[in-house]
C-alpha cells in the first residue's frame, strides 16, 4: 500500500518536472535594449573590362585563334558606410555572394544600441569601372542615402531597408 | 525504482521500447494535429487549435509532453547501454543508429517548434541560422529571412513541415535498423507500463496544458517566453559562442559519441571469444538458435558424412554471453571458456574448494547484477560466478544440489535488466518450465531458488538467502552423492565414445 502510495507520488513528481521544464521561462536576449537592423538585397552591375592579351598569353597559340581583346565580366561592389551617432561604425565594400561574387548583393548587420534617441547615416555606393551589361534601369540606384532619427524604446528593433517601390533606403518595423 | 515499481515495470529497463512506443504517440497525435496548421499562418492556426479546436489543446499538450518524455527515455537508454557496456562489437551498429535517431529526434524537435512561430521558434530559427550562416553552402545568409519582414515566406514554413512530417518516418526506418541484429527485440513496454505513462502524460495535458507563448515578432528582441528545456536546452550555451566554437563544439561531442565503440571496446586479449560449435556432437536441435538473443546462430546444412543440418556461429554477430552453452543438452555450443564442459570442470573445482557438501545454501551468482556479491563476496555462503545467469547449463545446479549443498540461490539480474537481454528469462524457463536444456526432473525443484537483483540491490540478495534459509529448514536434510557424473545421463554415449 505504501509502496503503491510512493510509486504514485514519484510518477507524478516525475510528470509534472517534465511538464515544467517544457515551459522553462528564460529570456533569450538579456543583453541589449534595442537595435538597429541592416538588412536587403540588391543587384548590382555587371560590367565587362577588356584589355589587349599580354605577350605571353599570345605565345604558342596559332595566329587565327589569337583574341583582340580578353574580356572578364564581374559584378561591382557597393560601399557600406554607416555612422550611428556620428561615429563610423561600418565602412566596408560588399561584394556579391557566391564564390565567383556574382550573385546578388546581401546587406545584414545589426547593431545593439541602449534605448533612446540615436542618429544613423547610412550610404550604399556602387564602385566606377567597366562597361555596363545589365540594363541599368532594372539595377539598385548607383548611390543610396538615408539619414534619420530614430527613437527606441525598449527591445524595439528597427529595420533599415531598400524599398523596390520607391527605389530608396525606409525605416520599416520601429514604432509599430 | 525496482523498490517502488518491481523490476517488471521499471521503466528505466524499458527505456528504448518506452521511446518506441512515444514515438507511435507522437506520430498518431501528430497526425490529427497536421489537420488544423496552416503553413500560411503558422501562429494563428497553432492558437487555433490551443484554443478552439475540441480536444485540440490536450492533443497538441500530449505531442508535446510525449516530445519531451521521449528525449528522458532515450537519454536514459542511452546512459544505460553505456553504463552496462554494451557498446562495442557488434552491438556497433546500434549504438550508432542509435545516435542518428538521437540526432533526428532533436532536428525533428527543432523543425517542430519551429512550425509554432512563437518567440521560442524565433530565437530557434536565427540561433540555427546563426550556425547554418557560417557554412558555405549558402550563398546568402539565411538569418535574413527571418529579420527583413513582417511575414515569412510560406515556403520557409512549408519546408519546415514537410522536414517535420518527414523526419519522423526516417526514425521509424531507423529504428529497424537499430534493432535489426536483436532476436525478439521488445519495442512496447509491457501494457500496464505503456498505459500508466499514457495515462499520467495525457492527465498533465488536460490539467495542466501548453498554452500559447507570445508570438515571434522580428521587429522585437526577444523578451521572456517559455523554452523547452528538452528541445533548446543548448541555447543558452551556444548563444554565448561564435558559431565557428559552436561548429566545434559540435563536432567534438559528436566525434566522441562516435567513436565510443572504439573507446569502449576492451584490449584484444581481454575480449571474450565468440562462441563455436563442437559439430560432432551437435544434434541439431535448434535450441541454441532459438535462444540467441542476437541471432549469431543460424542452421546450416551438413557438410560431413552425417545428414541434416548442424548449428553455426557467425562471429562477428556474437557478444559472448554464453547464453548458447545454457541451451544445447549436449553441451556443444557456447563461447571456449563458458561451454557447458568449462561450466562443469568449474563447479566440480568449485565444490571441492568450499567442501558444498557441507553447506546450508550455494549462491549462483551473475557478475553483472546480483548486489554486486561475485565482486564484493558475501560472506554468509560461498559464492560461484558466472558471465551472465543464461549461461548457467542446469546440469551445474545439478551438480551443486547433488554435491549435498542444501539448496542453491541463483541471483540474477532482473529479466530485463540482463546485460545480454534475455539470460535470466531462458534461465528460469529452464529450471521451471522444461526449456530445453531442462532442469532434470530427478532434482528437487525446491533445492533450487531464482532471486532477481540488480547490482545496486545487495539487500534483496539478504532477504532472498535469509527467505530461502527458513523455507529450507522445513525440508528434510539430504545426504550428499558420490560418484556423480552428470555426462553419463546428459551426454549420448554413442557421442562421447
Ligand atoms: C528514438 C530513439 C531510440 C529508440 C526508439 C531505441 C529503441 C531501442 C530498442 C527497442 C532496443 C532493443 C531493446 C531490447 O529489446 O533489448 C534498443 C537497443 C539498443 N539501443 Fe536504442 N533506441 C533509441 C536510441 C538509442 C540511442 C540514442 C542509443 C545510444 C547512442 C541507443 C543504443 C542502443 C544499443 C547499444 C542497443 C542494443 C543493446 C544490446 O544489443 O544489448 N539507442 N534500442
Ligand atoms: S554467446 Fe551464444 S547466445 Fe550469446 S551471442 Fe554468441 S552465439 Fe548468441
Ligand atoms: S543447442 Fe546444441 S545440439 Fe541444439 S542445435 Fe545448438 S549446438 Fe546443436
Same mark, same amino acid.
Given at each position: 500500500?505504501?509502496?503503491?502510495?510512493?510509486?504514485?507520488?514519484?510518477?507524478?513528481?516525475?510528470?509534472?518536472?517534465?511538464?515544467?521544464?517544457?515551459?522553462?521561462?528564460?529570456?533569450?536576449?538579456?543583453?541589449?535594449?534595442?537595435?538597429?537592423?541592416?538588412?536587403?538585397?540588391?543587384?548590382?552591375?555587371?560590367?565587362?573590362?577588356?584589355?589587349?592579351?599580354?605577350?605571353?598569353?599570345?605565345?604558342?597559340?596559332?595566329?587565327?585563334?589569337?583574341? /583582340?581583346?580578353?574580356?572578364?565580366?564581374?559584378?561591382?561592389?557597393?560601399?557600406?558606410?554607416?555612422?550611428?551617432?556620428?561615429?563610423?561604425?561600418?565602412?566596408?565594400?560588399?561584394?556579391?555572394?557566391?564564390?565567383?561574387?556574382?550573385?546578388?548583393?546581401?546587406?545584414?548587420?545589426?547593431?545593439?544600441?541602449?534605448?533612446?534617441?540615436?542618429?544613423?547615416?547610412?550610404?550604399?555606393?556602387?564602385?566606377?569601372?567597366?562597361?555596363?551589361?545589365?540594363?541599368?534601369?532594372?539595377?539598385?540606384?548607383?548611390?543610396?542615402?538615408?539619414?534619420? /532619427?530614430?527613437?527606441?524604446?525598449?527591445?524595439?528593433?528597427?529595420?533599415?531597408?531598400?524599398?523596390?517601390?520607391?527605389?530608396?533606403?525606409?525605416?520599416?518595423?520601429?514604432?509599430? | 525504482?525496482?523498490?517502488?515499481?518491481?523490476?517488471?515495470?521499471?521503466?528505466?529497463?524499458?527505456?528504448?521500447?518506452?521511446?518506441?512506443?512515444?514515438?507511435?504517440?507522437?506520430?498518431?497525435?501528430?497526425?490529427?494535429? #497536421?489537420?488544423?496548421?496552416?503553413?500560411?499562418?503558422?501562429?494563428?492556426?497553432?492558437?487555433?487549435?490551443?484554443?478552439?479546436?475540441?480536444?485540440?489543446?490536450?492533443?497538441?499538450?500530449?505531442?508535446?509532453?510525449?516530445?519531451?518524455?521521449?528525449?528522458?527515455? #532515450?537519454?536514459?537508454?542511452?546512459?544505460?547501454?553505456?553504463?552496462?557496456? /554494451?557498446?562495442?562489437?557488434?552491438?556497433?551498429?546500434?549504438?550508432?543508429?542509435?545516435?542518428?535517431?538521437?540526432?533526428?529526434?532533436?532536428?525533428?524537435?527543432?523543425?517542430?517548434?519551429?512550425?509554432?512561430?512563437?518567440?521560442?521558434?524565433?530565437?530557434?530559427?536565427?540561433?540555427?541560422?546563426?550556425?547554418?550562416?557560417?557554412?558555405?553552402?549558402?550563398?546568402?545568409?539565411?538569418?535574413?529571412?527571418?529579420?527583413?519582414?513582417?511575414?515569412?515566406?510560406?515556403?520557409?514554413?512549408?519546408?519546415?513541415?514537410?522536414?517535420?512530417?518527414?523526419?519522423?518516418?526516417?526514425?521509424?526506418?531507423?529504428?529497424?535498423?537499430?534493432?535489426? /541484429?536483436?532476436?525478439?527485440?521488445?519495442?512496447?513496454?509491457?501494457?500496464?507500463?505503456?498505459?500508466?505513462?499514457?495515462?499520467?502524460?495525457?492527465?498533465?495535458?488536460?490539467?495542466?496544458?501548453?498554452?500559447?507563448?507570445?508570438?515571434?515578432?522580428?521587429?522585437?528582441?526577444?523578451?521572456?517566453?517559455?523554452?523547452?528545456?528538452?528541445?533548446?536546452?543548448?541555447?543558452?550555451?551556444?548563444?554565448?559562442?561564435?558559431?565557428?566554437?559552436?561548429?566545434?563544439?559540435?563536432?567534438?561531442?559528436?566525434?566522441?559519441?562516435?567513436?565510443?565503440?572504439?573507446?569502449?571496446?576492451?584490449?584484444?586479449?581481454?575480449?571474450?571469444?565468440?562462441?563455436?560449435?563442437?559439430?560432432?556432437?551437435?544434434?541439431?536441435?535448434?535450441?541454441?538458435?532459438?535462444?540467441?538473443?542476437?541471432?549469431?546462430?543460424?542452421?546450416?546444412?551438413?557438410?560431413?558424412?552425417?545428414?541434416?543440418?548442424?548449428?553455426?556461429?557467425?562471429?562477428?554477430?556474437?557478444?559472448?554471453?554464453?547464453?548458447?552453452?545454457?541451451?544445447?543438452?549436449?553441451?556443444?555450443?557456447?563461447?571456449?571458456?563458458?561451454?557447458?564442459?568449462?561450466?562443469?570442470?568449474?563447479?566440480?573445482?568449485?565444490?571441492?574448494?568450499?567442501?558444498?557438501?557441507?553447506?546450508?545454501?550455494?549462491?549462483?551468482?551473475?557478475?553483472?547484477?546480483?548486489?554486486? #556479491?561475485?565482486?564484493?563476496?558475501?560472506?554468509?555462503?560461498?559464492?560461484?560466478?558466472?558471465?551472465?545467469?543464461?549461461?548457467?547449463?542446469?546440469?551445474?545446479?545439478?551438480?551443486?544440489?547433488?554435491?549435498?549443498?542444501?539448496?542453491?540461490?541463483?541471483?540474477?539480474?532482473?529479466?530485463?535488466?540482463?546485460?545480454?537481454?534475455?539470460?535470466?528469462?531462458?534461465?528460469?524457463?529452464?529450471?521451471?518450465?522444461?526449456?530445453?536444456?531442462?532442469?532434470?526432473?530427478?532434482?528437487?525443484?525446491?533445492?533450487?531458488?531464482?532471486?532477481?537483483?540488480?547490482?545496486?540491490?545487495?539487500?534483496?540478495?539478504?532477504?532472498?538467502?535469509?527467505?530461502?534459509?527458513?523455507?529450507?529448514?522445513?525440508?528434510?536434510?539430504?545426504?550428499?552423492?558420490?560418484?556423480?557424473?552428470?555426462?553419463?545421463?546428459?551426454?549420448?554415449?554413442?557421442?562421447?565414445?
Amino acid at each position: 500500500m505504501m509502496r503503491s502510495l510512493m510509486a504514485g507520488v514519484v510518477a507524478l513528481v516525475l510528470t509534472a518536472g517534465i511538464g515544467g521544464l517544457s515551459r522553462w521561462e528564460w529570456e533569450a536576449d538579456k543583453t541589449s535594449n534595442a537595435a538597429i537592423r541592416l538588412a536587403w538585397r540588391t543587384r548590382s552591375a555587371r560590367v565587362q573590362e577588356c584589355r589587349p592579351p599580354t605577350a605571353e598569353e599570345l605565345s604558342g597559340v596559332p595566329t587565327h585563334m589569337q583574341q /583582340r581583346e580578353i574580356c572578364e565580366g564581374r559584378v561591382l561592389a557597393y560601399r557600406l558606410r554607416v555612422s550611428l551617432d556620428s561615429q563610423v561604425v561600418v565602412d566596408e565594400d560588399i561584394h556579391g555572394a557566391g564564390a565567383r561574387e556574382d550573385r546578388p548583393i546581401v546587406v545584414f548587420r545589426e547593431f545593439e544600441v541602449a534605448e533612446g534617441t540615436h542618429t544613423v547615416e547610412v550610404s550604399f555606393e556602387r564602385e566606377d569601372g567597366g562597361e555596363m551589361l545589365t540594363d541599368n534601369l532594372a539595377l539598385t540606384p548607383a548611390t543610396l542615402e538615408l539619414s534619420t /532619427r530614430l527613437e527606441l524604446n525598449k527591445k524595439e528593433i528597427a529595420l533599415i531597408t531598400y524599398d523596390t517601390e520607391t527605389r530608396s533606403l525606409v525605416v520599416q518595423g520601429y514604432g509599430m | 525504482m525496482n523498490a517502488l515499481y518491481t523490476w517488471r515495470f521499471n521503466p528505466l529497463y524499458h527505456s528504448g521500447a518506452v521511446t518506441q512506443m512515444l514515438m507511435v504517440v507522437l506520430m498518431v497525435t501528430g497526425v490529427y494535429l #497536421i489537420f488544423f496548421y496552416r503553413i500560411s499562418a503558422p501562429y494563428e492556426s497553432v492558437d487555433r487549435i490551443t484554443n478552439q479546436v475540441w480536444f485540440g489543446r490536450w492533443i497538441r499538450s500530449f505531442h508535446r509532453y510525449a516530445s519531451d518524455a521521449a528525449v528522458v527515455s #532515450i537519454a536514459f537508454h542511452m546512459l544505460r547501454v553505456f553504463v552496462q557496456d /554494451r557498446t562495442w562489437g557488434p552491438r556497433t551498429l546500434a549504438w550508432i543508429s542509435g545516435l542518428t535517431l538521437l540526432f533526428v529526434t532533436f532536428v525533428c524537435g527543432w523543425t517542430g517548434y519551429v512550425m509554432v512561430w512563437d518567440v521560442q521558434a524565433m530565437v530557434l530559427a536565427v540561433e540555427g541560422a546563426r550556425f547554418l550562416d557560417v557554412l558555405p553552402i549558402f550563398s546568402e545568409p539565411i538569418g535574413r529571412t527571418f529579420v527583413t519582414s513582417g511575414a515569412l515566406p510560406s515556403a520557409f514554413f512549408f519546408l519546415n513541415l514537410f522536414l517535420h512530417v518527414a523526419l519522423p518516418l526516417t526514425i521509424f526506418v531507423v529504428i529497424w535498423i537499430h534493432v535489426s /541484429r536483436i532476436a525478439r527485440p521488445r519495442l512496447f513496454p509491457p501494457k500496464k507500463l505503456t498505459w500508466s505513462i499514457i495515462g499520467l502524460l495525457v492527465g498533465m495535458s488536460v490539467i495542466w496544458p501548453i498554452l500559447m507563448g507570445p508570438e515571434a515578432d522580428v521587429f522585437r528582441i526577444a523578451e521572456k517566453a517559455p523554452f523547452d528545456v528538452f528541445y533548446s536546452f543548448w541555447l543558452p550555451i551556444t548563444k554565448l559562442m561564435p558559431a565557428g566554437l559552436g561548429w566545434l563544439a559540435v563536432i567534438g561531442l559528436s566525434t566522441l559519441l562516435l567513436l565510443v565503440p572504439l573507446l569502449t571496446r576492451p584490449a584484444a586479449v581481454e575480449i571474450p571469444k565468440p562462441s563455436t560449435v563442437n559439430e560432432a556432437l551437435c544434434d541439431a536441435c535448434r535450441q541454441c538458435y532459438i535462444d540467441c538473443p542476437y541471432e549469431a546462430i543460424a542452421m546450416i546444412d551438413r557438410e560431413d558424412s552425417k545428414r541434416g543440418q548442424v548449428a553455426h556461429v557467425h562471429p562477428e554477430l556474437c557478444v559472448s554471453c554464453g547464453i548458447c552453452s545454457a541451451s544445447c543438452a549436449p553441451m556443444s555450443v557456447g563461447p571456449p571458456l563458458q561451454n557447458g564442459r568449462v561450466q562443469l570442470a568449474g563447479v566440480k573445482e568449485f565444490i571441492n574448494e568450499e567442501n558444498v557438501a557441507e553447506q546450508k545454501v550455494v549462491i549462483v551468482a551473475c557478475g553483472n547484477g546480483a548486489g554486486g #556479491i561475485v565482486a564484493n563476496g558475501f560472506p554468509e555462503a560461498p559464492v560461484l560466478g558466472v558471465e551472465c545467469a543464461g549461461s548457467i547449463h542446469t546440469s551445474v545446479l545439478e551438480y551443486l544440489v547433488r554435491a549435498g549443498a542444501q539448496g542453491v540461490l541463483v541471483a540474477v539480474c532482473p529479466p530485463h535488466d540482463c546485460w545480454s537481454r534475455e539470460g535470466p528469462q531462458w534461465m528460469s524457463e529452464r529450471i521451471y518450465n522444461d526449456r530445453e536444456a531442462e532442469l532434470q526432473p530427478r532434482v528437487d525443484k525446491r533445492r533450487i531458488r531464482v532471486a532477481y537483483a540488480s547490482a545496486a540491490e545487495l539487500p534483496v540478495v539478504y532477504r532472498e538467502y535469509q527467505n530461502y534459509l527458513a523455507d529450507l529448514d522445513k525440508l528434510d536434510a539430504k545426504e550428499p552423492e558420490r560418484n556423480i557424473d552428470i555426462s553419463d545421463v546428459c551426454i549420448p554415449q554413442e557421442i562421447e565414445a
